[in-house]
């Protein structure tokens, strides 16, 4: 199959790559790095989560968050909502694009969201029918794809399964997140080719974490497989409270020069980008995750 000839990407840093972080981030930080994020040209990006600060300790604030955001702006910002009062919230906060999260894994399901996968879909059923209501629009998000901590390998068929389920609650689109970062050429090609029986193929967005330093070439060989929309976060930021030893997320700056090079448009400008990485790289004291915004960063000083 042909390369697409563009593709979307879905900023997570501000809450994916945040949540795991050490340093405390401001709000006003924050609404900054989204600005930034937005000027270099993301269309879409997960803004936060409302989920409890007890659980998550860098989400405290989503709500003054969401509230300083442009409620017209061309970029669509992306809430993650757990439960209904997550939902409530961010209805409350004027949010229009949501996130409900899941895992293949029945382990990684009970240590995130303490409940079965049945249980946590049957919540999501009640959930969709307040967001059909307010006409919201709802990502779906199917974590360890093909790897879970507790259970090890993950079967494409059980990937598929839950991801299916999503589809047919009336998620508008389905990211399927290599969460531990493990996944290769073969394991996640066969994940997606599972995936794509039931799935139509612009509905799936795949979402890399870096451990192994595969995502780049994961996400080529989902280009290679027709695949057109890929989360990435900027500087790299990232990791999960509940996969000790996932590393980052792949970095936007990394994703954007590789499509670059591959002649695929995706509407970034990839100088504001390495500014927005850098500028949150600095206010947390912690080294830019991307090769491409060092590699920039060392060639300017030249």
Same mark, same amino acid.
């Given at each position: 199959?042909?390369?697409?000839?563009?593709?979307?990407?879905?900023?997570?840093?501000?809450?994916?790559?945040?949540?795991?972080?050490?340093?405390?981030?401001?709000?006003?930080?924050?609404?900054?790095?989204?600005?930034?994020?937005?000027?270099?040209?993301?269309?879409?990006?997960?803004?936060?989560?409302?989920?409890?600060?007890?659980?998550?300790?860098?989400?405290?604030?989503?709500?003054?968050?969401?509230?300083?955001?442009?409620?017209?702006?061309?970029?669509?910002?992306?809430?993650?909502?757990?439960?209904?009062?997550?939902?409530?919230?961010?209805?409350?906060?004027?949010?229009?694009?949501?996130?409900?999260?899941?895992?293949?894994?029945?382990?990684?399901?009970?240590?995130?969201?303490?409940?079965?996968?049945?249980?946590?879909?049957?919540?999501?059923?009640?959930?969709?029918?307040?967001?059909?209501?307010?006409?919201?629009?709802?990502?779906?998000?199917?974590?360890?794809?093909?790897?879970?901590?507790?259970? !090890?390998?993950?079967?494409? =068929?059980?990937? %598929? &399964?839950?991801?299916?389920?999503?589809? $047919? *609650?009336? /998620?508008?689109?389905?990211?399927?997140?290599?969460?531990?970062?493990?996944?290769?050429?073969?394991?996640?090609?066969?994940?997606?080719?599972?995936?794509?029986?039931?799935?139509?193929?612009?509905?799936?967005?795949?979402?890399?974490?870096?451990?192994?330093?595969?995502?780049?070439?994961?996400?080529?060989?989902?280009?290679?497989?027709?695949?057109?929309?890929?989360?990435?976060?900027?500087?790299?930021? !990232?990791?999960?409270?509940? =996969?000790?030893? %996932? &590393?980052?997320?792949?970095?936007?700056? $990394? *994703?954007? /020069?590789?499509?670059?090079?591959?002649?695929?448009?995706?509407?970034?400008?990839?100088?504001?980008?390495?500014?927005?990485?850098?500028?949150?790289?600095?206010?947390?004291?912690?080294?830019?995750?991307?090769?491409?915004?060092?590699?920039?960063?060392?060639?300017?000083?030249?």
């Amino acid at each position: 199959m042909a390369l697409p000839r563009q593709v979307n990407i879905v900023e997570v840093g501000p809450r994916d790559g945040l949540q795991d972080e050490k340093t405390a981030v401001e709000v006003g930080t924050k609404a900054a790095l989204i600005e930034k994020l937005a000027a270099a040209g993301i269309g879409r990006m997960e803004a936060g989560s409302f989920v409890s600060p007890k659980w998550v300790p860098q989400m405290a604030g989503t709500d003054e968050l969401f509230n300083l955001l442009p409620q017209h702006s061309r970029t669509a910002y992306i809430a993650l909502t757990p439960n209904l009062t997550g939902l409530q919230r961010a209805l409350d906060c004027g949010a229009r694009n949501v996130g409900f999260f899941v895992a293949a894994s029945e382990s990684f399901n009970r240590n995130n969201l303490n409940s079965t996968i049945a249980e946590t879909l049957k919540r999501f059923a009640s959930m969709m029918q307040v967001a059909e209501q307010h006409s919201l629009s709802v990502r779906g998000y199917v974590s360890c794809v093909v790897a879970c901590p507790y259970e !090890g390998d993950i079967s494409p =068929a059980a990937t %598929a &399964a839950v991801a299916t389920q999503l589809l $047919d *609650l009336g /998620c508008n689109e389905i990211s399927l997140c290599d969460t531990l970062g493990v996944g290769n050429p073969n394991s996640i090609s066969r994940m997606l080719e599972a995936a794509m029986q039931n799935i139509p193929l612009e509905k799936i967005s795949l979402h890399q974490h870096d451990t192994y330093g595969q995502a780049l070439v994961n996400i080529h060989t989902a280009l290679q497989m027709g695949v057109s929309t890929f989360d990435s976060s900027v500087a790299g930021l !990232g990791g999960c409270p509940y =996969a000790r030893g %996932a &590393a980052g997320n792949v970095a936007t700056e $990394d *994703l954007v /020069c590789m499509l670059d090079g591959l002649g695929i448009q995706h509407g970034i400008e990839l100088e504001k980008l390495v500014e927005a990485g850098q500028f949150i790289c600095k206010k947390l004291g912690r080294k830019n995750g991307s090769k491409v915004a060092l590699a920039i960063a060392a060639n300017s000083q030249h």
